[in-house]
């Protein structure tokens, strides 16, 4: 199969400015593939570095090192450095996201039928 996405030693520590600066390590030299077609599956304990995976695949974070190469319409794209404008365009046609949060509609809005 085609290899889609390749994450290579991905590396994310957040820093806990309101806590004395500690440093909290959440992903260290994290690596897969996600080939076309294929289903995956991130499991793990709460806090075990699977949302902060899948919001650096989107270049929602940053992470500290590694690379996060997706194919874009016919090249590669490393989302751990590309610009502002790549960025964009992968979100616009290669690669979606929907949050465990949504919050599309204010809690006090009603439907009117």
């Known amino acids: 199969?085609?290899?889609?996405?390749r994450v290579e030693h991905l590396s994310k520590t957040f820093v806990l400015h309101q806590q004395h600066g500690t440093r909290l390590p959440v992903l260290h030299d994290?690596?897969?593939?996600?080939?076309?077609?294929?289903?995956?599956v991130l499991h793990g304990h709460s806090g075990s570095?699977?949302?902060?995976?899948?919001?650096?695949l989107y270049a929602n974070y940053l992470p500290d090192s590694g690379h996060i190469w997706l194919e874009h319409q016919g090249e590669w794209i490393d989302?751990?450095?590309?610009?502002?404008?790549?960025?964009?365009?992968?979100?616009?046609?290669?690669?979606?996201?929907?949050?465990?949060?949504?919050?599309?509609?204010?809690?006090?809005?009603?439907?009117?039928?």
């Open 79 to 113: 989302m751990a450095q590309a610009e502002a404008r790549q960025i964009l365009a992968v979100r616009r046609r290669t690669l979606g996201w929907v949050s465990q949060f949504l919050r599309v509609i204010r809690a006090s809005a009603r439907w009117k039928w």
């Open 49 to 56: 570095g699977k949302s902060t995976l899948l919001r650096s």
């Open 30 to 40: 994290a690596s897969l593939t996600v080939s076309a077609g294929e289903c995956m």
């Open 1 to 5: 199969m085609t290899i889609k996405i």
